[in-house]
């Protein structure tokens, strides 16, 4: 049981280095940085838009116009 335990403690050290790494790469290289940055706002604006219509807030649906409009 004991080596198991440490087993599994070296695989999450390593997973960890490993995601170290490659926050450090993306925050280092502006090229990389960019894009990333732009895909996780556009995400959470998605998040945001997709939680406004669960809610059914009014004026946020897509269909647009109105309802019912009156004859003249």
Known sequence: MATLLSRMTDVYDFVISLLTDVITMIVANPLVFLPVLMALFG?????????????????ISSSGGRRRRRRG
């Open 43 to 59: 995400g959470i604006v998605m998040y945001v838009i997709g939680l406004v219509r669960r809610l059914g807030i009014r004026g």
